[in-house]
């Protein structure tokens, strides 16, 4: 599932590699034997001259002081050095946010959709479109971009350049964050503290009406045919739960059109019921085991849970066959209905097989949280009663904005870094 051996491996490998160029040069290097330490010298002319400064002594530069006492050729490269860590002085705070890159947003990029034809793209990948983009800037700078500039007096000076790179690199992160908010739109819902969800699964071909009720305190919805709800924002108590189905719904079959139950809700956890038809009866079923709407941890995976709504009679296994992948559950013999455990389960189409007979097809989507319902089938399209059915009930949607979005902060960034970072070494070695 992952590929951090060769991520780790392949730097190993030219590590070695460079090493062992550097070993078997070694006899065309020049060398020249170290001549003593600097570093005191440095500090020393800079404390001699702050001294002086402050003992009233003058000059052109506070720093030509110290040739009272050091060579005047070390005072002005340390001139040049006090000039350079100026310009140094916003390094830190640049690098903090560009190194941001590598971590909050590729962390953003979980959340989104990488998919792209019928490969995925995984979110620490996106981040090689820096360097993509720094071959293909550097040159359209130097060759175009500047030399535009120039002739209206703009961006010539390495500060000006600088200047423009970092208020660039602030606005990638708008960028990051208009983004964010888009991405929060499609975010699990999750339980918070003193409050509970109710997730709802119609498996008939008719719209149900919902009343959750305790003390006289309701809450009413909908469930669409033959799919999900999740009602949020419920208190975590007990309630009484009454399903309604128009009278008009499956009339050869259901002869009674209401049911009740009752359902107990905990605090921080997502309870589910099953609406069904049993003995031409309307049916509700609360699941014994909570839902887990988190999204899977693994961006290239969603998570699946397989419902039994039948006897096991006849029918042992349920098999998803994909093209490079399978999963096998076997079926429980003294139950009916039964929740198996959540699994990741790749991103793709499966074939739903039911020992060896196929009864569907289900697409697992890049963070989406399914339960897949095996059982008898109620959808009007089926013509023959008693035949089996695979059909999927989302829980949390798949991620739908799609991972390539990131561009245009990553492409605004690698501006800022061509502006500031990049012109900042060249002004350095100049």
Request: hydrophobic share 40%; aromatic share 10%; net charge negative.
């Amino acid at each position: 599932d992952t590929c951090y051996s060769l991520a780790f491996g392949i730097p190993a490998i030219l590590m070695l590699v460079a090493t062992i160029i550097i070993v078997l040069g070694k006899p065309l290097y020049v060398m020249k034997p170290p001549q003593g330490n600097i570093i005191p010298s440095v500090f020393g002319s800079i404390f001699y001259a702050l001294k002086g400064k402050y003992s009233g002594k003058s000059a052109n530069h506070w720093m030509d002081i110290a040739k009272q006492k050091y060579d005047a050729g070390l005072v002005e490269d340390v001139k040049s050095l006090l000039r350079v860590l100026l310009l140094y002085l916003p390094l830190p705070v640049w690098w903090a946010l560009f190194d941001q890159t590598g971590s909050r947003w590729t962390f953003q990029a979980t959340r989104m959709n990488g998919v792209v034809g019928s490969s995925t793209i995984k979110p620490d990948q996106m981040q090689v479109a820096n360097p993509f983009l720094i071959l293909l800037l550097i040159p359209l700078f130097d060759k175009v971009i500047y030399p535009v500039f120039a002739k209206f007096g703009l961006l010539v000076k390495p500060l000006q350049r600088m200047t423009v790179g970092g208020l660039l690199t602030a606005a990638s992160f708008f960028v990051s964050g208009f983004l964010e908010l888009e991405l929060q739109k499609t975010y699990a819902k999750i339980p918070a503290m003193a409050e509970s969800h109710v997730f709802v699964v119609n498996t008939l071909p008719c719209n149900i009406s919902i009343q959750l009720d305790r003390n006289g305190h309701t809450h009413d919805f909908f469930v669409p045919a033959l799919e999900s709800f999740v009602k949020d924002q419920i208190d975590p108590e007990e309630y009484n739960v009454k399903a309604t189905v128009d009278s008009t719904c499956m009339p050869n079959e259901l002869t009674t059109f209401t049911s009740n139950t009752k359902i107990a809700l905990k605090s921080q956890n997502v309870s589910s019921i099953l609406i069904s038809m049993r003995d031409n009866s309307l049916y509700s079923q609360p699941f014994s085991k909570p839902e887990e709407p988190q999204r899977n941890e693994n961006a290239d995976a969603g998570r699946l849970r397989i419902v039994q709504n039948m006897a096991r009679s006849s029918y042992s296994h349920v098999f998803l066959q994909g093209e490079s992948k399978s999963y096998n559950v076997s079926l429980m013999e003294e139950e009916t209905v039964h929740q198996f455990d959540y699994m990741k389960v790749d991103v793709g189409t499966y074939e739903v097989m039911l020992d060896e007979t196929k009864i569907g097809d289900v697409h697992v989507g890049q963070g989406g949280v399914y339960n897949l319902l095996v059982g008898e089938s109620h959808s009007a399209s089926e013509a023959s009663s008693g035949s089996m059915e695979a059909r999927r009930y989302i829980l949390t949607q798949a991620n739908s904005v799609h991972i390539l979005w990131l561009l245009p902060q990553y492409i605004v960034i690698t501006v800022g870094e061509v502006m500031f970072s990049i012109t900042g070494l060249e002004f350095s070695y100049s």
